[in-house]
């Protein structure tokens, strides 16, 4: 099994792609699906497996640095002998090419699979092979001739238990293709979109097809980051509680970067933070806790996908307000983890005994913390991501 | 949603340009058409709009110093630039706020990535409802990639001008292109700046943006302004 690298996605692949198969990244047009092969190669490599990454609109020269974008290094030495540039791109311009694979002609696709079929053989142990353009490619040698390529290159590479990935964009191919694509080509096909409306600003992958396993019909966002990669993406969790249950705390405790809207301490109107932790991302909206404050509060909540309760384990008279406070978010059916801040004080009540006076569902967890000391908060994120993905 | 080319005798007689119009800039070569090009980008900017160059031929850099060096009354911020040229020159430069780079003129998925990240950040960052999108040239693409190729690259992509009530801009060398490429590449247009040689130097006409096509002018460049005389 080879895991792509790709959060979320080798749970949706049963572990990650089995030896033999095939998995496609089907992107829409203007959505950058290249870094999912990317990505998936060097998480491969850097696990000590063999790779392959075939260059098709891009200088072989440049590979390295656009893998180094995102902080992986695919020019150290200890991967030299795992990781291969296959180049398809210098044939088309002229340009000669020091890479030990060079197809002569990337226009011809006979050319191309004589030089795929050679590092299928000599790879030294089963790798993983991924294409940066299949569409490229396509352009070049024609859409039935580089589907009956794939077909062909897919099983002479499960002869050897090599992985193919290909990166894939569909541009308005004829429906036949585009089927193909999505359908036979390969054994698994995860489609790469893009929300738009007037322009694209938002991202999503989700599963098409997977024929070894159970397919699991999930869609979840995500961000690219540079250096990162992909990173499953929560736009809004809302940070809310009663009046210095320490919410602020929270929000800079678990971001890498962060502002508060505040006055002597206290926030007036608003705190913001980004997180980026154990790939995924998501952005933290805090609201102020004081009564005045009220319908600040409900207009920060719409939209929000979950919601961090931070109570002040010491002060028990302040439940009651968190409850209130969740009710006014109407974050009524939202994931909702329960923050036990500041327990290291002497009088912090345990997380069984706040549970007890709080009129909350069963099912919401409650997570001791000290967002002072970052103890308990990244507990209590990874908590709520996973009831959002599970939500959606 | 109304557009001005920044060139006043046309723009009187076009009476504006509505949102999500793609008009195709078909010249011989060494007739100024960058200027001219440019010179539509930076009139966009003094209106307030946002301006995404894609450079096949130029490194984006150079197009960047064309706004610099004038020292134009333009906000730089509102400037995107896709440079498709210095990674096919094998030089490893960083993307800066301004420039991104696309792989070459071959690698139309990644030009069409980078042209989407500046609309949406000039949309949802900067909140500019108004962009120009000017590709210089599609000659440089076609040389790289078919015809076929090329038509699916700029049908998703004339579409995304119209669904964002944006004015795209697309550059052609004539006399580089049979027919048949200029025909059908037609067809994604909705109107065209031609230009051919005069007598006294080159002239300029616009066809299909008003009721009939307007008179051929003979022009001059001027800094960052287009002069039409006659």
Known sequence: MIETGIPKLDGYLHGGIPEGNSLVYYAYPGVDGGVFGMQTISHAVSGGRCGAYIASSTDPRMIRDQFMEFGWDMGESVFADRFTVVDAFSGLIGADSQERYVVPEPDNINSLTQCIKQVIEEMPEPGIIVFESLSTVMDLCGEKETLDAVLEWNKYAMLYDHVMVYNFTAWPYSEETLLQVKGDACNSVVSVGGISEKVIFGWYFGLLKLDWAEMIRKWVLFKILKPGGVRIYIPKILVTGPFDAGKSTVVHALSNRAVSVDRLGTTIALDHGHIDHNGFAADVFGTPGQERFDPIVKLLSGEAMGVFLVLDSANATGFARGVRMLEITESFGLPVVVIANKQDLPEALAPEEIKTRLDIPESVPIVPAVASAREGVFEAFEMLVEMVMGVN | ?230
Not at chain 2, 42 to 47: A, N, P, Q, R
Not at chain 2, 67 to 92: A, K, P, Q, W
Not at chain 2, 117 to 130: G, S, V, Y
């Open chain 2, 1 to 230: 949603m109304v557009y001005n080319l920044g060139i006043s005798r046309l723009d009187e007689l076009i009476g504006g340009i509505k949102g999500g119009t793609n008009i195709m800039m078909i010249g011989p070569p060494m007739s100024g058409k960058d200027d001219i090009t440019n010179s539509i980008a930076y009139h966009g900017l003094i209106d307030g709009n946002a301006t995404v160059i894609v450079s096949t031929r130029e490194p984006g850099k150079n197009v960047l110093d064309w706004f610099e060096s004038r020292n134009l009354n333009i906000l730089m911020e509102h400037i995107g630039i896709v440079d498709c040229v210095t990674r096919t020159l094998g030089f490893g430069a960083p993307e800066t706020e301004n420039i991104k780079m696309a792989s070459s003129p071959v690698d139309l998925t990644g030009i069409g990535v980078k042209i989407s990240q500046f609309f949406e950040h000039f949309w949802m960052e900067i909140q500019l409802r108004e962009t120009r999108l000017c590709i210089n040239s599609l000659s440089t693409i076609l040389m790289y990639s078919n015809l076929q190729t090329v038509f699916r690259f700029l049908h998703v992509f004339t579409g995304r001008i119209k669904a964002a009530n944006a004015l795209g801009v697309y550059v052609i060398e004539d006399g580089m292109h049979d027919e048949k490429t200029i025909v059908t590449l037609k067809q994604l247009f909705d109107g065209m700046i031609e230009i051919r040689e005069g007598e006294d130097g080159y002239q300029m006409r616009v066809v299909g943006l008003t009721p009939k096509p307007t008179q051929w002018f003979d022009y001059e460049i001027d800094g960052v302004n287009i002069i039409l005389r006659g």
